[in-house]
C-alpha cells in the first residue's frame, strides 16, 4: 500500500487549506482512513477519520473547521481545514486501517499504513 500526502503550505491565521491522501494497493473503499498531525517536538495525534461506511470522528479542537472526505472513485481522502490556527501547524499525514470495513480508531498504533506528511504552518 501506498499513500501519498499533498497540499500542505503556508497560510496566515484565519486561511484555509485542503490536503489530499491519494492510496494505492488496495481496494481503497473497504478501509478507514486517518489524518494525524505532529507539532514540532510533540508526539502524533489524531486529527480526523473516516470509515469505510462514511462515518467521521474529529479531534474535538478542530471540529467545525475541519472536514474529512473521501472520494472512493479516486482512492482519495480529503481534509478541508478551514478558519487556520496557529496552533494548527503541524506536519500531517494520512494512515489507513488494513482491516476490511474497519471503524476510525484514535491510536497511531492502530493504523498500518502511512503517508510521507506533509508540512502545515500557520502564521498568526
Known amino acids: 500500500v501506498q499513500l501519498q500526502a499533498s497540499g500542505g503550505g503556508l497560510v496566515q491565521a484565519g486561511g484555509s487549506l485542503r490536503l489530499s491522501c491519494a492510496a494505492s494497493g488496495r481496494t481503497f473503499r473497504w478501509y478507514a482512513m486517518g489524518w494525524f498531525r505532529q507539532p514540532r517536538g510533540k508526539e502524533r495525534e489524531f486529527v480526523a477519520g473516516i470509515s469505510w461506511s462514511g462515518i467521521t470522528v474529529y479531534k474535538e479542537s478542530v471540529k467545525g473547521r475541519f472536514t474529512i472526505s473521501r472520494d472512493n472513485s479516486q482512492n482519495t481522502v480529503y481534509l478541508q481545514m478551514n478558519s487556520l490556527k496557529p496552533e494548527d501547524t503541524a506536519v500531517y499525514y494520512c494512515?489507513?486501517?488494513?482491516?476490511?470495513?474497519?471503524?476510525?480508531?484514535?491510536?497511531?498504533?492502530?493504523?498500518?499504513?502511512w503517508g510521507q506528511g506533509t508540512q502545515v504552518t500557520v502564521s498568526s
Open positions: 494512515a489507513l486501517r488494513d482491516l476490511r470495513h474497519s471503524s476510525v480508531l484514535l491510536t497511531p498504533e492502530s493504523y498500518d499504513f
